[in-house]
């Protein structure tokens, strides 16, 4: 079973900078698709960046040029640097990993942007 722990969030100011870590465990010796979705209060969870198993990213238009998507395949880790934080950043921020037709999701880790 497919186990994803999400640690990092936090409060920041405006122009400040967090990074988030999501730990996988239980999945194939293989690296998997994942992603990072963000949910801020009355909308819905919508992607912020993914990579694939070969390491090609891509990004919401939101986000480009702040944040950075990346892994570790040895420690089984996806990695979220986000620069440059701003107010519509804030909400929960899901670890998402991608085997076959499943997706499994982490918990959340909250990340608010507030002066």
């Known amino acids: 079973q497919v186990q994803l722990v999400e640690s990092g969030g936090g409060l920041v100011q405006p122009g400040g900078s967090l990074r988030l870590s999501c730990a996988a465990s239980?999945?194939?010796?293989?690296?998997?698709?994942m992603g990072w979705y963000r949910q801020a209060p009355r909308n819905q969870r919508e992607l912020i960046a993914r990579?694939?198993?070969?390491?090609?990213?891509n990004y919401a238009d939101s986000v480009k040029g702040r944040f950075t998507i990346s892994r570790d395949n040895d420690k089984n880790t996806v990695y979220l640097q986000m620069n440059s934080l701003k107010p519509e950043d804030t909400g929960v921020y899901y670890c998402?990993?991608?085997?076959?037709?499943?997706?499994?999701w982490g918990q959340g880790t909250q990340v608010t942007v507030s002066s």
């Open positions: 998402n990993l991608k085997r076959g037709p499943f997706d499994y």
């Open positions: 990579i694939t198993n070969t390491g090609i990213t």
């Open positions: 239980g999945s194939p010796s293989s690296p998997n698709p």
